[in-house]
């Protein structure tokens, strides 16, 4: 849809506006609810050192969230997150402890590979016309196994590597602000957030984004190359998860090659908790990042109160079911 189709339309435009709006304020009451109820129910819960973890465990999610919300846009979905961020980890240990190359070129090496394997669902889905849920379910597969076969099945220790362990369990602000110690996985994950959101609201392939999940076919008769756009916004998200495998890695101190399903799920969670359609064509990074403090909060809560892993995941559960549904009704409003 183009800026000219945008203002012959001012009410659609006000109700998408204010539908994001509200969303974006139900998520945001939900999580100052959560943090209300937790405090009530156990006193350990606001202390510093809880509310620390909190944010660690959000920046990961985070920005597997953020590269989630990039393919969710366009109306595809990414399942390999999770592991595609184990073998980005397992990467960066291959280069750093194997290779024993310098820091610079472990991250490199991450986030590169991040982006081929983003490059590759999206050739899948954009050339061979795969559907996005079956070529990143079959991605998931198979750098599940790459990660298994290439570290030996054994983890990856970055003990020699000065330096690493900084990139998330550092604090930057903390060095001048000794009271605010924030960790660095924190600030990266803000630092990717206002990045994308730019580039969502400011380039072309931001543009292109939304219009491919709104109407692709459109799109492609105006004569755009639509292969060629998905496939940049798969990588750009791979690249993304690179981040995220840096991130995992420096707080374990380690790559962990059975590590990475689940993760998946708890992204995509954040994503639509924030007001994302599955359907394609809307959301926002502000969103994206409110839904995964819910679900870090959330897990963090229910662990605080000694609730059982297997409880937790169902938890999880049912909060996609929710989500999607309030999706559904947002949608049929906004119809």
């Known amino acids: 849809m183009t800026s000219t189709d945008i203002s012959n339309q001012p009410s659609l435009l006000r109700r998408l506006i204010s539908g994001d709006a509200q969303q974006k304020l139900l998520a945001f009451a939900s999580l100052v609810l959560l943090l209300i109820g937790f405090s009530i129910a156990s006193p350990n819960f606001m202390q510093v050192s809880n509310i620390i973890a909190i944010l660690q465990a959000s920046s990961v999610n985070g920005v597997l969230a953020i590269a989630a919300t990039l393919v969710i846009i366009t109306g595809g979905i990414d399942l390999s997150v999770g592991t595609m961020m184990t073998f980005c980890a397992v990467i960066a240990g291959v280069v750093l402890t194997y290779a024993g190359l310098p820091l610079p070129f472990g991250i490199l090496a991450a986030i590169l590979a991040g982006a081929f394997c983003g490059l590759c669902s999206g050739t899948l889905v954009a050339k061979l016309k795969i559907p996005p849920f079956i070529a990143t379910l079959g991605m998931m597969l198979i750098l599940k196994?790459?990660?298994?076969?290439?570290?030996?099945?054994?983890?990856?220790?970055?003990?020699e590597t000065a330096g690493f362990d900084l990139i998330s369990r550092g604090s930057i602000i903390g060095y001048f602000f000794p009271s605010l110690p924030i960790p660095n996985g924190v600030l990266i994950l803000f630092l990717v957030a206002i990045s994308v959101s730019y580039i969502l609201s400011r380039t072309v392939l931001g543009r292109y984004c939304f219009a491919l999940g709104s109407?692709?076919?459109?799109?492609?008769?105006?004569?755009?190359?639509?292969?060629?756009?998905?496939?940049?916004?798969?990588?750009?998200?791979g690249?993304?998860?690179?981040?995220?495998?840096?991130?995992i890695a420096s707080r374990l101190n380690s790559?962990?090659?059975?590590?990475?399903?689940?993760?998946?799920?708890?992204?995509?969670?954040?994503?639509?908790?924030?007001?994302?359609?599955?359907?394609?064509?809307?959301?926002?990074?502000?969103?994206?990042?409110i839904g995964a403090l819910i679900m870090a909060v959330l897990i963090n809560g229910l662990r605080i109160l000694s609730v059982a892993q297997e409880w937790q995941t169902v938890v999880t559960g049912v909060i996609i079911i929710l989500a999607v549904y309030a999706d559904m009704m947002r949608r049929r409003k906004s119809g």
């Open 145 to 159: 196994g790459l990660s298994l076969v290439i570290s030996g099945t054994r983890p990856i220790y970055f003990n």
């Open 215 to 237: 109407n692709e076919e459109s799109v492609r008769l105006s004569g755009v190359n639509t292969d060629r756009w998905k496939m940049a916004i798969y990588a750009l998200s």
């Open 239 to 247: 690249a993304i998860v690179g981040i995220g495998g840096l991130l």
């Open 255 to 289: 790559a962990q090659p059975a590590l990475g399903l689940g993760y998946e799920l708890e992204a995509i969670a954040a994503v639509v908790i924030g007001g994302t359609s599955l359907s394609g064509g809307r959301g926002t990074i502000l969103g994206t990042l």
